[in-house]
């Protein structure tokens, strides 16, 4: 059974991820989501939610470039991670206020893009499995809530069953077209998806509001 999961883990994906040099193969999820979505545009600010091993920041950095901004939030520190974009790497819990408000300090503005690829530890105890997922879903919500710009976008990693579907139905007044995305990158044994959600209603004010610069500044006044 263990060189089974190993041979599974080490799949043509995870391969072609060292010889491109992405810390992760998920890298290559995120590419084929943005290439149905192009979610990312030069100059963007993006908020990445459980971004270790870095991956999906290494997709993100080049897009954005150097007049971008990347922010990554993990319990995990992520070391060495080089990316032409302005890049802030924060050590701590997504459902943290204090790193959501570290977030919003270096990003100077309110983020055009929220991604998040958590995935809670199994522990094969369904109501505590349920649980965890629960608290992703909605710490990434929380996240939109405080962090995503209005019309922003939002690609939440989901897992099959009832948790996923309710949370949908909680996301489609909140966005305009809130979409159930199946990767060709994911393997064909696993029971994930992602939502990718466009157009935010709710998000933060735009730049030239009052509530913006009440948000950001202190005042509504320059």
């Known amino acids: 059974m263990a060189k089974k999961k190993q041979y599974e883990r080490q799949d043509r994906l995870y391969k072609m991820a060292k010889e491109d040099g992405y810390l992760s193969r998920a890298a290559y999820k995120l590419m084929e989501i943005n290439k149905r979505f192009n979610l990312f545009r030069r100059g963007h600010r993006v908020l990445d939610l459980g971004a270790w091993p870095g991956g999906w920041m290494q997709v993100v950095g080049p897009i954005v470039g150097p007049a971008g901004k990347v922010v990554g939030i993990d319990l995990t520190e992520i070391k060495n991670l080089k990316i032409p974009a302005q890049t802030k790497i924060i050590v701590g819990d997504v459902s943290d206020e204090a790193a959501l408000d570290e977030a919003l300090k270096f990003s100077s503005a309110p983020f055009d893009v929220i991604v998040s690829d958590m995935s809670p530890k199994i522990t094969g105890i369904r109501l505590v499995d349920e649980a965890a997922l629960s608290n992703i879903y909605d710490s990434v919500l929380g996240a939109c809530y405080k962090c995503l710009k209005q019309n922003g ?18 996301l489609r ?8 995305c199946e990767l060709d990158a994911t393997r064909k044994s696993s029971n994930e998806y992602y939502i990718v959600c466009l157009n935010f209603k709710d998000g933060v004010p735009c730049q030239s509001s009052p509530e913006y610069r009440r948000t950001f500044h202190g005042s509504e006044e320059e």
Do not use: T
């Not at 976008?153 to 909680?170: I, P, R, Y």
């Not at 007044?173 to 159930?180: D, G, H, Q, T």
């Open 153 to 170: 976008s939002m690609v939440l990693k989901a897992f099959k069953g009832n948790e996923a579907h309710q949370f949908s139905l909680k």
């Open 173 to 180: 007044p909140l966005f305009n077209i809130v979409k159930r």
